[in-house]
């Protein structure tokens, strides 16, 4: 990858059968790339809901890092309801997302 390039990440976090009152996760980038919010898209199987709006929460807040600092980025999912009952199925909340490489000494090589 060079300075400037844009990878996608995509998590399929798995979705118990019924109701879930509250569902989060966290995900790393690694060293040099930062998320680009706009980017997030979240789409749950189609027997999957849940409640209001997920907006993630990014750490650091920014569009660019410091070297050797990593962006997390957690959701938080709430009355997440599976109705699918078939127990030999497993359903997915599926979130995909750009990041950016920064130019950074974890990135550059002293280039």
Sequence with gaps: MKI???SQYEIRVPVGEGITNLL?????LPAGMVI???SVVITPDPSVSYSGSVVP???PDSDTIGAGVTQT???AFTGVNNTNTDNGTTEYIT????AVLQNSTDTNAGN
Aim: proline share 5%.
């Design 57 to 59: 929460l990014v750490t």
């Design 73 to 75: 980025v957690s959701y």
């Design 24 to 28: 989060s996760l966290t995900s790393t």
């Design 95 to 98: 979130i995909r997302y750009d």
């Design 36 to 38: 680009i919010p706009s």
């Design 4 to 6: 400037g390039d844009v």
